[in-house]
């Protein structure tokens, strides 16, 4: 935090301005009238916000446009022993098919909530798919969860029909729903079979009313308490999370100067997802990204992610995209095997939420010399978007996380809740589109959520520098470990849940590849000895392994402030560990 009175004589809010680098004319074919990314500024929930003038009504919009103008091209290559490729008109008749038997066989339809647990796989993108045609809502449930965490779940959605398979599927017949009768999960084989039953080559979606700002889907993200919350994203906020994506790389390949690398002739578009569906991150490019550009998905064969493995698929399905986090990014550079797989076609690095460290720029452009490296800012409550960072302003401000995306706005405000000037630190807010509807069923951490305006609350620290904004700590002590959002809390609650444990605290510790680590201070009970082989036993009987901490350590105390608080910054400033 600073120490000098906040300035309200200019408070700064960051728009998108990256197009006005481009010529006159290239800007008026890109976002003038008529043109694919013509902007104007409508009511969207009660409230002005910029919008795309020439977009789709809602997500089935989305297949049905890309079956239509690439029917034969790749969607979706799905990895392993026999790998299998759907196009784009295969996709749209499937999910078709898939749509009808949840319609006569399930009962689904507008409004109904379909939940899904499950690796990514083929059935699952075709029930995501089928659901929304007919209006429903996709309640994405983590596939690492435990049963009670998917029971959950599925008590604050209210599924009308829950869906599985492999693992994640055995751990929903666990849950006490399952149990007691009040649930009977339906493996997504089982409605694979179904659908080929009725399955027509010539099949189209069903004709729903939808509505732009209808829900489609329920992402669930941790929050101050050790129960996750359901962020309810609109047609509209994915269909906007496509538009402000492809307008940015458009004009960041366009104002490069030749600098970047560039597709070669005949190869298609293609990048790896090796993000789970029930991640924004996942499901946002595979409904939106990929069929608005025509481009393909590859999916790795379901398991953990291995630098070895994608780096093979980027020479046998000649990726020219990589998307993931500086982690990622870190173990494939520095693989033993890099130079044996065909790098160079690839054209575009994406990542989010992390700064690229100095080394790593400087390793792309050793081993991967003309790559554009691209960077944001963006969580589920805003379907990923909110600063957008690549080019001049990788170069300038490599620490920041970019300006605003385009159709957001990005304001820091103080504790008053009004915005603050250049070099301020306060809470980070986003407005647009993009921000969600709100948590389902949840209407006080929704109006907790938002300013006046429809402002997004990130709970984030940070401060607006040259038109690009810094964060500078997370508010609500967030762990991001491999791209995965830890909430030390959840640990919290449940160390102290052992017989043994007194009191604990969690905190992110630095991790060079993961970029942080999982760090418990374990105070225990007079006379008790726990180790720490059993609280992490402990600790994964109710959450996921990621969550398990990686290290512990006893202490006879924790620091407390005259209220009793745990006093985290103590801990986080010791020797060692930063």
């Not at 103080?414 to 948590?439: R, S, T």
């Not at 830890?486 to 590849?513: F, M, S, T």
Request: aromatic residues 8%.
């Amino acid at each position: 935090m600073t120490d000098t009175l906040p300035d309200r004589s200019n408070p700064v809010t960051l728009r998108w301005t990256a197009d006005r680098a481009l010529s006159q004319d290239v800007r008026n074919t890109l976002c003038g009238p008529g043109g694919p990314f013509e902007r104007t500024v409508e009511e969207v929930l009660g409230f002005p916000a910029e919008v795309f003038v020439q977009r789709l009504p809602h997500l089935p919009a989305v297949l049905i446009r890309a079956a239509d103008r690439h029917p034969d091209a790749g969607y979706c290559v799905f990895d392993g022993p026999e790998p299998e490729t759907l196009t784009y008109a295969e996709a749209l008749s499937w999910a078709a098919a898939y749509a009808e038997v949840l319609r006569t066989d399930h009962g689904v339809g507008k409004g109904d909530r379909v939940a899904i647990a499950s690796p990514n796989g083929k059935e699952y993108l075709l029930a995501i798919w089928a659901t929304l045609s007919l209006g429903g809502i996709v309640a994405g449930l983590n596939g690492w969860w435990t049963p009670a965490e998917l029971e959950h779940g599925i008590e604050l959605t209210e599924p009308s029909l829950v869906l599985g398979s492999a693992r994640p599927l055995e751990r929903l017949a666990q849950t006490k729903a399952a149990e007691e009768g009040r649930l009977v999960p339906v493996a997504l084989q089982d409605l694979h079979r179904a659908a080929a039953a009725v399955h027509d080559p010539a099949g189209r979606l069903p004709e729903t009313d939808i509505h732009e700002d209808d829900p489609a889907a329920i992402l669930f993200t941790s929050g101050t308490t050790s129960r996750p919350k359901g962020a309810t994203l609109s047609h509209r906020n994915f269909v906007h999370f496509g538009m402000f994506g492809a307008l940015g790389g458009t004009v960041a390949l366009l104002g490069g100067g030749g600098r970047y690398r560039q597709i070669p002739g005949g190869v298609q578009r293609t990048s790896v997802c090796s993000n789970p569906f029930f991640h924004v991150s996942g499901v946002g490019p595979t409904l939106v990204g990929t069929p608005m550009s025509g481009s393909r998905l590859v999916f790795p064969a379901p398991g953990r992610w291995d630098a070895g493995r994608v780096l093979e698929l980027t020479g046998r399905y000649k990726l020219t995209q990589w998307h993931g986090v500086p982690t990622h990014f870190w173990r494939m550079l520095t693989h033993p095997d890099f130079d044996e797989h065909g790098t160079d076609q690839v054209c575009v690095i994406g990542s989010g939420g992390s700064a690229f460290a100095p080394e790593l720029l400087r390793l792309f452009e050793e081993k991967m010399p003309g790559v554009q490296i691209t960077n944001g800012y963006g969580m589920t409550e805003t379907t990923g978007g909110g600063t957008f960072l690549n080019g001049a302003g990788m170069d300038g401000h490599p620490a920041s996380v970019g300006a605003a995306a385009p159709t957001m706005e990005v304001q820091v405000r103080g504790p008053d809740g009004e915005p603050l000037g250049e070099d301020q630190v306060g809470e980070v807010c986003i407005k647009g589109a993009g921000v969600f509807l709100g948590y389902w069923s949840d209407p006080e951490a929704t109006a907790a959520a938002f300013a006046d305006g429809r402002w997004y609350r990130t709970g984030d620290y940070g401060r607006i520098v040259d038109g690009v904004l810094y964060l500078e700590s997370r508010m609500r002590d967030l762990i991001i470990r491999g791209g995965e959002n830890i909430y030390p809390i959840e640990i919290e609650y449940r160390l102290v849940e052992h017989p043994g444990v007194a009191d604990a605290a969690v905190i992110g510790v630095p991790d060079r590849i993961l970029g942080q680590q999982v760090k418990a201070f374990v105070v225990p009970e007079p006379g008790a000895a726990p180790t720490e082989e059993e609280l992490r036993e402990w600790a994964g009987e109710s959450l996921a392994a990621f969550k398990v901490p990686a290290l512990i350590e006893f202490r006879d105390a924790l620091p407390y402030n005259a209220t009793g608080k745990v006093i985290k910054r103590r801990l986080e400033e010791e020797p060692g560990i930063s």
